[in-house]
């Protein structure tokens, strides 16, 4: 093959007898969103002094490395790669209040600044968030329309924790629901399930759709990491949207299999049972053992694990329609990694990026009495939820 654009483009053969293609949506210019002068999440100044690399924890590092991962293994040209248009205003202003954008795009334009709760932004931060947004628009038509079998959208800046009107926890717009909003707005999908399996609560998502019954939103995390108040397991959503909100928090340390047992217990019943013609993954990498802004064990294999049941279930619930959207992930060393295998798994791909830690790792993972301890709490919790 002399064109390797083209190659890039060619249905591949997968695990099975089916062609399939996994879309891939990035975009260089996500990773030069730029945050102001921060020590780990703590601004500089009086006694905390400048990092030398500096900044916040959410840099462009995590997510290019994990890229330059699948582009030295090869699994890159399996995947047809593309980018995306910015989110229009008529698609931001389906979640966020036209006062928030409006000042958004002022504070943007003048040199940046910080709207919400140590989220702050450079010059033109604006337009980056809505490019970010874009790709998760895009990749969630492709697969809507049947153009793609499923994708992965590599966001930056993140969305799960973003509030109409409020941004928070690294992020500026509420990419998820604004992909949501679209594809519904175009007939594309009427049924969505966001399962969020980023180690922090997906308190945005939760948000904008608590009262409607037409978007299940699940969200796996840590218990009282962030936000500290919010992802209460009796937070089962208002009114209409009653019901159709799950919150799991889990105890700090749960590892592989604790993770793989919420998957079992919880999500897919709770999946199964709504329906969807569509599900999307927040998909964060901060579960992983070496994060540094959680206390969880999953690793890399967890990560490719979880992909691969909610993949089969995709399979059998709506066609394999299936987006992941990236979230968060803070180890520059260890997300690659994470990333690679989940991409992998999505994509049914024999391409394999070994991790190097998980010797390691694996050692490292509960005890089998804390492991009981942490899979009967899952157990209650799924009782308590009627699962
Ligand atoms: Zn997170």
């Not at 295998?341 to 990026?353: E, F, V, Y």
């Amino acid at each position: 093959m002399d064109n390797p654009a083209a190659l890039r483009h060619l249905p591949r053969k997968d695990e099975g007898d089916h062609t399939m293609t996994t879309g891939f949506f990035w975009d260089e210019r996500c990773f030069w969103h730029a945050g102001g002068n921060y020590a780990f999440t703590m601004p500089v100044g009086g006694l905390v002094q400048p990092l030398a690399a500096g900044g916040l924890p959410e840099n462009p590092e995590t997510k290019r490395r994990m890229k330059n991962l699948m582009e030295v293994t090869g699994l890159f040209d399996e995947l047809d790669t593309r980018s995306a248009a910015p989110a229009s205003r008529e698609a931001l202003a389906r979640v966020h209040p036209e006062s928030y954008l409006d000042e958004f795009k002022r504070l943007s334009d003048a040199g940046g600044g910080d709207l919400g709760h140590a989220v702050p932004f450079a010059r033109g931060g604006y337009e980056l968030a809505a490019l970010s947004a874009g790709l998760a628009i895009a990749a969630v038509d492709a697969v809507a329309r049947g153009d793609l079998d499923n994708a992965y959208a590599l966001s930056r800046p993140p969305g799960h924790h973003c509030l109409p009107d409020l941004p928070n926890g690294f992020c500026l717009l509420a990419n998820i629901a604004i992909a949501i909003e679209a594809a519904q707005a175009k007939g594309l999908a009427k049924r969505v399930v966001v399962l969020d399996w980023d180690v922090h609560h997906g308190n945005g998502t939760e948000a904008i759709y608590y009262d409607r019954d037409d978007v299940l939103t699940i969200s796996l995390h840590q218990e009282g990491n962030y936000p500290i108040d919010t992802g209460g397991l009796a937070d089962r959503g208002r009114g209409a949207g009653g019901g159709y909100n799950i919150n799991l928090p889990m105890h700090a340390g749960s590892g592989h299999t604790a993770y793989l047992h919420a998957m079992d217990r919880v999500v897919i019943p709770a999946i199964e049972a709504f329906a969807p013609d569509m599900i999307i993954v927040a998909c964060g990498y901060d579960a992983a053992i070496v994060d540094p802004l959680a206390r969880m064990q999953a690793t890399a294999a967890t990560f490719a694990e979880m992909t691969k049941r909610i993949r089969d279930t995709a399979d059998k619930l709506c066609d394999g329609k299936l987006v992941l959207v990236h979230e968060g992930g803070y180890s520059e060393a260890y997300v690659p990694f994470c990333g690679h295998a989940t991409i992998a798994a999505l994509a049914g791909s024999k391409i394999d990026a070994p991790d190097p830690m998980a010797r390691s790792l694996h050692a490292r993972q509960p005890s089998p009495a804390f492991d009981a301890f942490l899979r009967q709490s899952i157990d209650d919790m799924a009782w308590q939820l009627d699962l």
